[in-house]
């Protein structure tokens, strides 16, 4: 079974830095996109970032310039770097992924989420 594992969340101060990791893991044969997401309390989930196969990426117009993501095709694994963080990037980030297992269909997995708060 395909799980998605996030990690690197925490307490940051405005102006600070935070790097999250997701690593994809089961019998996966081809991953196509990965992408974060994030839901802050009583909003929408919204798109931050994501990344294609051939390492094409897009981002929302309000982490352009300061968030970076990247990946690593051969181990299922994605990193958001993010810097000058501020009070409104607060918010669980989710991790998703296009992929697809071995015999099967490609589909999209998310995982369970990791809390970032900036705070001073």
């Known amino acids: 079974q395909v799980q998605l594992v996030e990690s690197g969340g925490g307490l940051v101060k405005p102006g600070g830095s935070l790097t999250l990791s997701c690593a994809a893991s089961?019998?996966?044969?081809?991953?196509?996109?990965m992408g974060w997401y994030r839901q802050a309390p009583g909003k929408q989930r919204e798109l931050v970032a994501t990344i294609s196969s051939g390492s094409g990426s897009v981002y929302s117009d309000d982490v352009k310039g300061r968030f970076t993501i990247s990946r690593d095709i051969a181990k299922h694994t994605c990193w958001l770097q993010m810097n000058s963080l501020q009070f409104e990037d607060t918010a669980v980030y989710y991790c998703?992924?296009?992929?697809?297992?071995?015999?099967?269909?490609?589909?999209?997995?998310w995982g369970q989420g990791t809390q970032v708060t900036v705070s001073a």
């Open positions: 089961g019998k996966i044969d081809l991953t196509y996109s």
């Open positions: 998703t992924a296009e992929l697809r297992e071995w015999g099967k269909v490609s589909g999209n997995y």
